[in-house]
């Protein structure tokens, strides 16, 4: 129990009555940042004699609406922002309330990034006791983490999630924490297309996952979508010959880094991998149909003589086979899935891709543009699935990114 406060320089104040607040002694170069709901505001700013209330230069008062959590750690993040911003370091601020919900505030006030003293009036006398820390993370900042993971953001996600795991105490909790940096390595590796490595990562990830499940029951579930991305891996690179041909499931792959791309408005890189997947779909109706590689094209395998394909084509037989010979060969011999596809649409994809900053164009290309290219490229891709007799939405839905939900963390709190 302590009777006096120590010595400091910055105030945080967090829903304390009047008594609390017109009880601590703030010098004239002290700053204070008052929280309070929206009924103590009258009352603070008339009847707060121990400070300034209208020096707007040392005093901020914020209003939350609500005493949740999350509301407390923004406002709480806002206020000890507002005292860092002015100078001061973490021993100058302390914080004071009126709260008596220990749980709640251990968690708000002493956890991760906020390590800082907090003293809470005792409600059955004058004195302050002081809270002790009893976590090794902050709400805000998990939550943050797992936010950006959700969001395919697993740089972010994996900078906050290491900063947690260097920052802990309890050994459970830097376990925990680590391997949601190996999940974030993982899926950076796999959207970099390192097939192999994200692969290995993989294969440690759920020999460590099946360790710590046993303590950590929330950990069942992301294992459970490792599981389903392990089968779409290993579909990938067995349909590809280990990177040695195109598959379907490999163009399936780039379209959905493209969704990825798209959904971070990277809209020029988003649709360079669209048409990828449109001249994959060309290239491997070729391999696939007519036994033809299009790196080096032996057009005497196609039903037509040379000569005529050349007259078509008013000039020499293309080298290597890309989308738009493709499409103009496989249309000239009729093939049905050719056929199926809008001449305007491949025109149009065709014009998007070169006037893209990335190919021959000097300008980024627009939402829409992308969109176009997207629906098309998806649209595309379907059609041959279907044409193979592969179930698209199965396999799309194996190489959906595990997502994490913050009451899985609940376990992780003392």
């Known amino acids: 129990m302590l009777n006096s406060r120590p010595p400091s320089k910055g105030f945080l104040c967090y829903r304390c ?81 009126s709260l008596t919900d220990e749980r709640h505030l251990e968690a708000i006030f002493t956890a991760g990034f906020f390590k800082i003293p907090v003293f809470v009036k005792d409600p059955y006398s004058s004195r302050f006791f002081i809270l002790s820390s009893c976590e090794d993370f902050a709400h805000l900042d998990l939550q943050s983490a797992i936010s950006n993971f959700n969001n395919m953001n697993f740089v972010h996600a994996k900078l906050i999630f290491e900063t947690i795991e260097r920052q802990a105490h309890q ?61 779409f891996l290993d579909k990938l690179l067995s349909d590809s010959s280990n990177l040695t041909k195109l598959s379907l499931t490999l163009l399936l792959d780039v379209l959905l880094n493209g969704k990825r791309l798209e959904s971070f408005k990277k809209y020029s890189e988003a649709a360079i991998c669209y048409y990828r997947v449109l001249e994959g779909c060309i290239q491997y109706r070729f391999q696939n149909t007519y036994s033809v590689d299009t790196s080096k094209p032996d057009y005497s395998r196609l039903p037509l003589k040379e000569e005529e394909l050349q007259k078509f084509l008013k000039g020499r037989l293309p080298m290597h086979i890309a989308f738009n010979d493709g499409y103009k060969i496989l249309y000239f011999i009729g093939d049905d899935f050719a056929k199926e596809l809008d001449p305007k649409l491949v025109k149009s994809i065709q014009q998007i891709r070169n006037y893209s900053i990335l190919i021959h164009g000097v300008r980024p290309l627009t939402s829409t543009q992308c969109q176009t290219a997207g629906a098309f490229a998806e649209e595309t891709l379907k059609k041959l699935f279907k044409k193979c007799g592969i179930d698209y939405e199965d396999l799309a839905a194996r190489a959906k990114p595990c997502s994490l939900d913050y009451e899985f963390f609940m376990e992780l709190f003392p």
């Open 17 to 97: 009555d009047l008594e609390t607040l017109n009880q601590l002694s703030v010098g004239p170069e002290d700053l204070c940042y008052v929280i309070c709901e929206q009924q103590q505001l009258k009352d603070i700013l008339l009847n707060v004699k121990s400070f300034d209330t209208e020096d707007r230069e040392k005093v901020r008062i914020d209003v939350v609406a609500d005493d949740s959590i999350f509301t407390a750690c923004k406002s709480i993040h806002r206020g000890y922002l507002w005292l860092k911003q002015r100078g001061l370091n973490d021993p100058q601020i302390v914080t004071y309330t």
């Open 171 to 231: 050994l459970r909790n830097i376990y925990v924490f680590k391997l949601l940096s190996s999940l974030c390595d993982f899926y950076l590796q796999w959207e970099n297309f390192q097939y192999f490595e994200a692969r290995k990562t993989l294969d440690r990830l759920l020999q460590d996952i099946k360790i710590l499940e046993k303590e950590y029951k929330f950990l069942a579930n992301i294992r459970a979508s490792l599981t389903e991305n392990q089968k």
